[in-house]
């Protein structure tokens, strides 16, 4: 009898559970790097708070983007569509059209309680959510403007990603307790200018980082990485990125430093001046200046870093203390990923492997195994899908991502073998668009505009995309292949653009 009543009691529980739709947080920061993230090796920092998400729930090995920069990356998580599907294709020129279906209109007409709250950088105000309070295009590190829902412009005193984390909590503390909620948290960090809240500045300053093994990289074969204008010995700033001003004229002028209040600026100042004042003493010239930019990038890079894991690590918190976590899917990613002086660059939007991927764990409590870990190609466009899926809401035919839940689930059900990426934008950095297509092993892209290519990867036997054997005796077959995949995907996609391109050149 007792034991009929306990399976019984556990019975109701789990279809109580079944029954209750799931809360939903997914955390978006801005290009942080999987290089910078323990949970996926990282030799620089810890990251407690994604890592618990990682052994709580999954950690995907392999998530990729459709299009590696802010604007672009957030408009396919929000629709689960392609670029030229959604409208958003660059940063220079897009604005969102805010009246298409998204995942979190979707979730709202399913009875979701809806809010984005942080950076959001889709030129448009957002449309089709209960709440939003946004940061204006980029956002300030420093005492950052919020736009608010109802027009105005609200300052708060603080550092980015404390203020977007105690908004969002502002938010769950007064949200409609009777409803499901879908929350997007998005973070500025760990964006350039890489500006560290003052508590963590100096917090390795004793380490002394490796040089990646391609730093030196003579793009040999690579014409478009060639061109391009986003290498740490060239296009980062003294002042600007690595605030090395001559302190008493230069740092009142730069927009991030002269919004700080005085307290702020005097913790920025004992930090930052004597590193300018040493710098100076040395005279540094060539690849020793060069290495000295790359050390102190990577400082203020992960002491950026370090506040943004903090802040995921107060979501999960407060998850815990209100009771939300058994109930509450919680994602942390990336709208894609970053160089860390790999080819000697930072920046994104290349479709090799460090900006094209892009960190991403989830947790879902009875649904996915605690340290699951996925090798399936998964992508920002899946978000949407999967969302809708978790919610039992069915998924609009047009949405071009694939729920993730099926292969989660179900370890014989594998994913796409195939990604296809493509990215439009040809201005800053200099970056020739391109569009291609990932396989397990190959790697093929064709650049455009700037640079008219082909480029083909052995990741195999050169993961660090080095050599393009692209025409190179021997590969005609695979390079054959490549291109009859690249094809279909254009297809199935309807990626018209990429379709002309091929079909008016070689
Ligand atoms: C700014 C940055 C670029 C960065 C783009 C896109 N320049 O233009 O370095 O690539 O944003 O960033 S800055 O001088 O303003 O910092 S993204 O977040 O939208 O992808
Ligand atoms: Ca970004």
Redesign the pocket.
Known sequence: MKKLSVFFLLLCAQLGYAQQKPNIIIIVS??HAFQAIGAYGSQFMKTPAIDRIAREGVRFDKGYVTNS???PSRAVILTGKYSHKNGFKD?EHSKFDGSQDSFVKQLRNGGYQTAWIGKW?LETTPQGFDHWQVLPD?GQYYNPDFLMQDGSKKRYEGYVTNVVEDVAEEWLNKRDQSKPFCLVIGHKAT???WLPDTADMGMFDKVTFPLPPNFYDNYKTREAAKVQDMSIAKTMLMG?DLKMFRFEEEADREGSVKRMNPAQRAKFDAYYQPIAADLRARNLTGNALTEWKYQHYMRDYLSTAASLDRNVGRTLDYLDQHGLTKNTIVIYMS??GFYLGEHGWF??RFMYEESFRTPMVMRYPGVIKPGTVSKDFVMNLDIAPTMLDAAGISIPKDVQGKSMLPQLKDKNKNGRKVMFYHYYENG??AVSPHFGIRTSRYKLIRFYKRVNSWELFDLQKDPGELNNLYGVPGYEKITAQMKKQLNEQIANYEDQDAKDILASTD
């Open positions: 801005d290009d920069i802010c604007g940063n950088h980029q964006h350039r200018v600007y709208d894609q920046d994104k800053e950095h």
